[in-house]
């Protein structure tokens, strides 16, 4: 690996100029023109539908497709690395009225497709040339079936981005809006931003931690009536267009965003239920090393001992490379690619936006990954996860856009996995008890993280559409709902709660993605039961691995898993299984740490 690597990303091969520029500016230009005229084919069409105009609509559509998800990825990265870039933030609005215009053209896309009678169907899904995108068309037709006339799907898609969807902008307003206090060392008061202050949150020294989580519930709570308006408003639209459409469940949307059965999501929560007093005990232990008598929030995710080490960034690169290297040379060259191009951005600078992300350019066959690295170990586990994301798409960056649309669920499966060999690799080469307990520690953390942490917001998310069906919810009663599920979530093991959690989190407030939780437990679980196969059968699993990947936007979680894996979803079978590997280092650490 090389040294001194940049630490900011490079975007000005992808559009030069950033929010000023004109390329980008061209770009979207064509995009409009390509909407317009797929529309007036699809109206002019109407009642004529044939095999060969639904081929030219489909290359047409997904044209517009892989430059619309260029174009919302370079918005995101420019809003990200400054909350408070004007244009960017003007250019972000355009792209989501492009979008609008496009799900309007879609819907009249999708009724055509639902318009050809079924044998005619059957006739050109058995045609070469549909092939490819069989799975993805199939998938829409059938979804197209359950909506709204397409009239009235597009009006609803064009009132939602000065409504729903800017009710999700407001996050970024507030995020960028936020600022935190705290003294240096030296008796200075600086100012924080969101992303600088998250880091301090899970600092080795307790008495910083407690601070910055008292600040950091200070200032959510003086954001509260905003966060509960925005939060509110997204609910209220998503439970009234379910309404309209016959929808019983505000579950069914996600769940068929992420291709997968209600019988899974049940029968994973419940494998995860049973699996959490192993949990419960390591929380007790871990509150026992800190001399405390329960885990606070802000003592979850705090490291021990050798753990609170930093580490640059150039050695986290190289440590991260040369283990992917030992399990998967594909994945190592693609990851050094990475840092050497500048497709990371990892400053630790004011200005970002809190949290991290990988997110794709698929016209260029590139990606990007957002975060800020302070040299943690969680750094560097989120520094795996996201290259993880990003070799996920290299993998399909030659199929067709419709099969590169893979849902979050088996996305979180690549970049959890990555996470793995880092973690695993890690802890093998440890010769310091200390240094092995900590990251045992860590490691242990995510299940701690994917099977509490996240089970929360899952349980959160579902008692406050409940809710709001009556009615708006006050930041109050949207806390007691917070706490109300942290304490079921884990199990009780926890004393003070995070009650502002809901108003600090983008997660909530991502209208295009909703309940963006269970997927982060899927991918986990599905990513061990992956782990384990490689483990098992060595490097004759790679080319296993990357098929399975590839095959991540062309079927249902069920399909994909029983054709690669052998194994049926919809028990929990393999969901006992997974979380037993999970929490079987818990026995270890508990060993370990016996007196």
Known sequence: MEKNLRVSWELDVLYKGGSESQDFAAELNGIEQDIAQLGESLSSAAGKEDGTLLLSWTEQMQSILLRLRQSESFVSCLLAQNVKDSKAVVLGDRVKSISARFLGVLTRFDEALRAIDD????????????????????????????????????????????????????????????????????????????GQMQNRLSDGNREVRSTAFDEWEREWSEQADLCA??????????????????????????????????????????????????????????????GLPRLDWHDVEAPIGTAAKTVSFDDAAAFIVERFRAFNPDLADFSEKAFREGWIEAEDRPGKRPGGFCTAFPKSRQTRIFMTYSGTADNIATLAHELGHAYHQHLMDDLPPLAQEYAMNVAETASTFAEMIVADSALQLSRDPQEKLALLEDKIGRSVAFFMNIHARYKFETAF???????????????????????????????????????????????????????????????????????????????????????????????????????????????????????????????????
């Open 229 to 290: 308006d925005a939060l509110n408003r997204i609910a209220g639209f998503r439970l009234k267009l379910y309404e309209r459409r016959g929808w019983d469940t505000v579950i069914k949307e996600p769940l068929q965003i992420n291709r997968m059965s209600e019988a899974t999501i049940h029968a994973m929560w419940s494998a995860v239920d049973a699996g959490k007093p192993v949990l419960v005990a390591f929380l007790e232990r871990k509150a026992k090393l800190l």
């Open 465 to 595: 559409y409940e809710r709001r069906r009556s009615g708006m919810l006050s930041p109050e009663e949207i806390s007691a709902l917070m706490e109300q599920a942290q304490e079921e979530a884990f199990s009780g093991a926890i004393g003070r709660k995070h009650p502002h959690f809901w108003a600090s989190k983008l997660h909530f407030y991502l209208t295009d993605v909703p309940f963006y939780n269970f997927p982060y437990t899927f991918g986990y679980l599905f990513s061990s039961g992956i782990y384990a196969r490689a483990l098992a059968e060595g490097p004759s699993f790679t080319e296993k691995y990357a098929a399975l990947l590839r095959d991540t936007g062309r079927m249902t979680v069920e399909e994909l898993a029983y054709k690669h894996l052998g194994v049926r979803l919809e028990e929990e079978s393999f969901w006992k299984d997974a979380v037993e590997r999970a929490t079987a280092d818990v026995r270890t650490f508990l060993e370990l740490t016996a007196e």
């Open 119 to 194: 044998p005619a169907w059957s006739d050109w899904m058995a045609k070469p040339e549909a092939e490819a995108v069989a799975f993805n068309l199939n998938e829409r037709r059938e979804i197209a079936k359950e909506k709204l006339p397409p009239e009235q799907e597009a009006l609803a898609g064009d009132l939602a981005v000065d409504g729903y969807h800017a009710w999700g902008d407001l996050y970024n307003t507030i995020v960028s809006r936020a600022r935190f206090r705290v003294v240096t060392k030296s008796g200075e008061e600086k100012l924080l931003s969101a």
